[in-house]
């Protein structure tokens, strides 16, 4: 394990503990405690955490229809070593103890489900799809026992949702609160109502609430496209870098262009396999007169298309939960929960792209030259600034719409045959659906212009100048018309029957069976095409389509195909083509003939997934030398069949196979002193392999020339876990706790490079958008079974409210947590380890909370929430670019208040990211500015009625 460095926040929770040994002596002089609100919140789950066997934490809601935060992420980010991942700003998925979102399993209301929306066709869980006001506690759970189902690494995260007869009053409630963002302008409403109700007996009850919200985020800031060097090519080839006489039209412009040949194997050739410095692709070479120099070049790093990015997003949600119990005696219960959400994600990017050195082809950085004057910082070795020709530019309108359906119902009995034999059983089904109904893009592209690109002031904001009139619409012609509309359906069958048997006061013993049967479905159509001609012959020309009576020559641009469209910098106004004229003009999707919608084989694949399991647990509650002692021991077998289909090479290919797994689990908690847990678990644990990654078919960017191919053999990942802790309770509502935990990780599949054409990776042609040829780069990224490699960390918690001090301090509480992860994954093999720290895990994470209530009715609370940079990606195993694609480290600051007129009306004030921090994405030790998007500061000001 690494060495752990002292942070700020642990130092303060270490000079805030002999503070607790006054307030504990003050306690007795207090005969009684009342708390509401949001302290009542924290209360509920201390008392949650501390009756726990092994490591929980949870978030309870302050009241019916009032959980403490907005989003349901966002809430989990206060929680020790649970990070969240954003977009547009807010919480989207979760990390718990640096592993990654799909390590952990999320169940509502006791059932296993997936809910995913745009871009997640994995695992994870999507929490922005769901509005935080239906549920009423969160509980992640950080250790197994045999009880829990199978399928986690990171953690089993449960989310409640109201049930009618958990309380004996009867509750009805609206609220309705409105948005604002300082960035977008844009006015945000929220709705809630919901209602709570039981008959006299309190033998039957219905639940019920609904919620509606709709926000714009405008996001702005800048992507270069990842920076990258030219890819070195075959070490086992030879090559020469010769000069050729510039062109007649490239000396008319005092140009000097210079292009590349490959002769003969000779001796004076400059390339060899022992010098590898002066061995490039040859078409990726950015051109320079001077040979030196122009290898020079060709191994810095330089953007791949700096540009401006303006995005919008429109999100409307909607949620429903229902819920009914009926309990016909004292020993059974029956209930019926459902949970209906949708989420319509609409999403704008407007760019303007110098897009030739993304491009590897003769179409690419081949025709690009440097002109004199280019700058490298050494320090980073990047090409920071450079006045470039020969650049072919984009103007590129993106437009997304995707409606995401969930549905989950469930039925659960609950029956005690007698005083010591009970039963539960459950049964349910739940769906996600996403569609993608539209995901179009009109390009407009001007061929060999000049440009100037200035990163040494601003890495997030970079000077660009071009040499052409860009707002004129004259200067483009269309260039390549995209529409991917997409189908994801995930559909997930739980059915499960657990006994206990309370064999004495001491011990008690479960045992139960489980079926499971997950199903994932995907489907892109394409309609790609490339309206004019990438080559020379000539540059910008319209292609000569194979379909007969297919012609593509009307590709100019007039006034009535867009409009101008300054980016948010106020750099470069542009002439921008609104995608459905463009469309129209070039009859782009109502002509089947020139335009067929095609299945994109790649993305075509499905995964089917039948789990069962079965397992024994034993609890006992006794006394260790007079100390009380509790716990449990067992074990869960599971076996997975699991069936793939894929498209390989044009047919679809379906593969079978079965695996098995013994999970044995033990949970331990010693209680020394009154105020005193010490807890020990260790487990055996497994997390089943991404869904891409299983399908024998392959994800295919054109775009970005990546072709990711699927393994229906990857193994599980499997790990050993420890969890050691030592909580002190020294108040009634005060903790302050210290966990280690450990992770060996025998399996984690891994992702290998290599470089191939078109034409090797084994696909239809139909499936490549030119301006693809079949000699074009791809980088093909593949998983296989991986060699594993640990983690370890440690987690501080404290947890006080201030019953200390002068009066008006005794109205203030705080809640702090730290934790510190550091582990080791070998993405290269038992030979040849390759050591890198696992994606999604952040080396330092922490969240203080001071918060404030007094008998006045009045609340409030100030956060901070930080999580250091983390690894999202790694690049190719070559000279191609800076290593790993990281975030930049972030701290958000958030607010919320309250104010309770009487016993009906409360108003509400929150305030989300204060200090407008962005979303930033690096890359690796060089921290070049890969990616940086900004979403401003939101404010939400609200009122609830309760009758």
């Known amino acids: 394990m690494s060495k752990f460095k002292i942070n700020p926040l642990v130092l303060a929770i270490a000079v805030a503990m002999p503070t607790t040994v006054y307030a504990q002596a003050q306690e007795e002089a207090i005969d009684e405690v009342v708390v509401s609100g949001f302290r009542e919140s924290l209360a509920n789950a201390l008392s949650i955490k501390k009756d726990a066997v092994g490591s929980v934490d949870t978030i309870v809601a302050e009241d019916i229809g009032d959980f403490p935060d907005n989003n349901l992420a966002d809430a989990m980010a206060r929680l020790p070593g649970v990070n969240i991942d954003r977009t547009g700003g807010e919480g989207k998925s979760i990390s718990v103890r640096g592993l990654s979102a799909q390590f952990s399993r999320v169940r ?27 549920f009423s506690r969160i509980d992640v759970n950080k250790t197994m026992k045999a009880e829990f189902e199978e399928g986690s690494l990171g953690a089993t995260v449960d989310l409640h949702t109201a049930h009618p007869l ?29 209602g709570s109700m039981q008959n006299e007996e309190g033998t039957f009850g219905v639940a019920a609430s609904i919620a509606v919200s709709k926000r714009s985020i405008t996001q702005q800031g800048h992507n270069s496209g990842r920076w990258e060097a030219n890819t070195p090519i075959d070490p086992t080839k030879n090559y020469a870098a010769v000069a050729k006489t510039p062109t007649a039209a490239a000396k008319a412009a005092q ?22 410095e002066n061995c490039w692709n040859d078409a990726a070479f950015i051109n320079y007169k001077d040979t030196a120099e122009r290898n020079t070049l060709n191994k810095a790093v330089h953007p791949r298309f700096p540009r401006q990015m303006d995005r919008e997003i429109d999100i409307e949600r909607l949620g429903f939960t229902g819920s009914i119990q009926w309990k016909p005696t004292d020993d059974t219960k029956l209930t019926l929960d459902v949970l209906d959400a949708s989420l319509d994600f609409d999403q704008r990017d407007v760019n303007l792209t110098p897009i030739s050195l993304a491009r590897t082809g003769a179409t690419g950085r081949a025709e690009t030259t440097v002109l004199p004057g280019y700058v490298i910082n050494p320090a980073n070795n990047a090409l920071v600034y450079a006045k470039l020709s020969g650049v072919d530019v984009r103007s590129e309108n993106f437009s997304a719409d995707t409606q995401t359906e969930f549905h989950q119902a469930s039925l659960s009995l609950e029956h005690r045959f007698n005083d010591s034999l ?112 990438q080559g020379k012959t000539p540059q910008g020309s319209a292609v000569s389509p194979t379909q007969a009576g297919c012609t593509f020559q009307s590709i100019a641009v007039d006034t009535s195909m867009g409009s101008t469209f300054t980016p948010s910098n106020g750099q470069n106004p542009f002439f921008l083509g609104n995608i459905q004229q463009v469309f129209d003009k070039m009859k782009f999707m109502n002509d089947d003939v020139c335009f067929p919608l095609r299945v994109n084989a790649s993305s075509d694949r499905s995964v089917e997934e039948e789990s069962n399991g079965y397992f ?61 847990t010490v807890r020990a678990s260790w487990a055996k644990v497994m997390s089943r392999p991404s869904l891409p990654g299983l399908t024998p078919g392959g994800s295919l960017d ?83 079974n991986g060699e594993g490699g640990k983690l370890d960390g440690i987690e501080v918690q404290y947890q006080q409210p201030f019953t200390f001090g002068p009066t008006w301090l005794q109205d203030f509480g705080i809640k702090l947590n730290y934790t510190k992860i550091d582990s080791e994954l070998n993405v290269g093999t038992a030979a040849l380890p390759r050591i890198v720290s696992l994606p999604g895990q952040s080396d330092d994470s922490y969240n203080g909370t001071l918060w404030y209530e007094n008998d006045s009715g009045f609340q409030g609370r100030v956060s901070y929430t930080y999580r250091s940079g983390y690894i999202t990606a790694s690049t190719t195993a070559s000279l191609a670019g800076p290593g790993y694609d990281t975030t930049e480290e972030v701290g958000v600051v958030d607010a919320s208040f309250s104010y309770q007129l009487n016993d009906n009306l409360k108003f509400t004030l929150d305030l989300i990211n204060l200090n407008d921090v962005s979303e930033t994405l690096l890359q690796s030790d060089y921290e070049l500015v890969d990616t940086e998007l900004k979403s401003g500061r939101q404010v939400y000001l609200g009122a609830s009625y309760t009758f």
Not at 168 to 189: H, R
Not at 507 to 514: K, M, N, R
Not at 762 to 778: C, I, M, N
Request: proline residues 4%; negative net charge; charged residues 20%.
């Open 422 to 533: 009970s039963m539960k059983a459950l049964y349910g089904t739940s769906k996600a659906n996403t569609e993608v109904t539209h995901e179009s893009t009109a390009i407009l592209e001007r061929f060999n212009a000049g440009l100037t690109y200035d990163y040494r002031l601003n890495a997030q904001d970079p000077t660009l100048v071009y040499d052409f009139d860009l707002a004129n619409p004259s200067s483009w012609k269309v260039s390549e018309l995209r529409d991917r509309p997409t189908y994801t359906t995930n559909t997930f069958d739980n059915a499960s029957v657990d006994f206990k048997w309370e064999i004495n006061d001491t011990f008690s013993a479960q045992a139960g069976i489980s079926n499971k049967k997950f199903t994932h479905d995907n489907l892109q159509m394409t309609r790609d095409n490339a309206i004019i001609n």
């Open 166 to 194: 958990d309380s004996a009053k009867e509750t009805f409630l609206v609220s309705y609160t409105q948005g604002y963002n300082d960035l977008s302008k844009a006015s945000d409403p929220r709705f809630t109502a919901l």
């Open 255 to 276: 140009l000097n262009h210079w292009a590349v040949v490959t002769p003969a194997k000779t001796a004076a050739n400059l390339c060899s396999a022992t010098l590898l």
């Open 702 to 784: 054109n775009f970005n020339r990546r072709f990711t191919p699927g393994n229906p053999f990857l193994d599980p990942f499997r790990a050993d876990a420890i969890d050691m802790s030592v909580d002190w309770y020294f108040t009634e509502e005060g903790l302050i706790s210290l966990a280690y935990f450990q992770k060996d990780i025998e399996s984690f599949p891994q992702s290998s490079t290599a470089v191939k054409t078109f034409t090797e990776l084994g696909l239809p042609a139909s499936v490549s958008s030119l301006p693809a040829a079949p000699t074009e780069s791809y980088t093909v990224s593949s998983q296989s």
């Open 616 to 676: 024994a647990q034993g609890n006992f509650a006794t006394e260790l030398m007079d100390m009380p002692f509790k716990g449990n021991l067992g074990v869960r077998t599971v076996t997975t069949d699991l069936t793939t289909t894929g498209v390989v090479a044009g047919a679809d290919n379906t593969v079978k196979r079965s695996y098995s797994d013994t999970l044995p689990s033990i949970n331990l908690s010693l209680t020394p002193l009154d105020s005193v």
């Open 108 to 134: 509502i209301n006791g059932m296993e489900t997936v809910a995913t929306g745009y871009g997640n066709t994995g695992r994870a869980f999507d929490f922005n799809i769901f509005a935080s006001e239906l």
